[in-house]
């Protein structure tokens, strides 16, 4: 089995930070990449940024310049460290990662957190 669990949510005022962390554990081989998408209230699940096992990166525009993302394969974690916080970020953010478990199949597989709650208010 293979789990991914967020940490790091929570309530910030605007402007304000907040870093994520998501850590892989389980029958892992290898992770591909590794990404953070987010869900608002009524709204479709986007991607915010994603990172590639080289770490190259993909962020969504609307985070350019306020978000990073990056990862420790040695920890099999991903983290996403978000500045300047604005209200609109309110969100379920969750983690994703493309996996090899070889136990189930040689092929990378998807899979998904539960999410952690971002709210930014004042």
């Known amino acids: 089995q293979v789990q991914l669990e967020e940490s790091g949510g929570g309530l910030v005022q605007p402007g304000g930070s907040l870093r994520l962390s998501c850590a892989a554990s389980?029958?892992?081989?290898?992770?591909?990449?590794m990404g953070w998408y987010r869900q608002a209230p009524g709204k479709q699940r986007e991607l915010v940024a994603e990172?590639?096992?080289?770490?190259?990166?993909n962020y969504a525009e609307s985070v350019k310049g306020r978000f990073t993302i990056s990862r420790d394969n040695d920890k099999n974690t991903v983290y996403l460290q978000m500045n300047s916080l604005k209200p609109e970020d309110t969100a379920v953010y969750y983690c994703?990662?493309?996996?090899?478990?070889?136990?189930?199949?040689?092929?990378?597989?998807?899979?998904w957190g539960k999410g952690t709650l971002v709210t930014v208010s004042s």
């Open positions: 990172i590639t096992s080289s770490s190259s990166t």
């Open positions: 994703n990662a493309d996996i090899i478990n070889l136990l189930v199949s040689p092929d990378p597989m998807d899979y």
């Open positions: 389980g029958r892992i081989f290898s992770i591909n990449v």
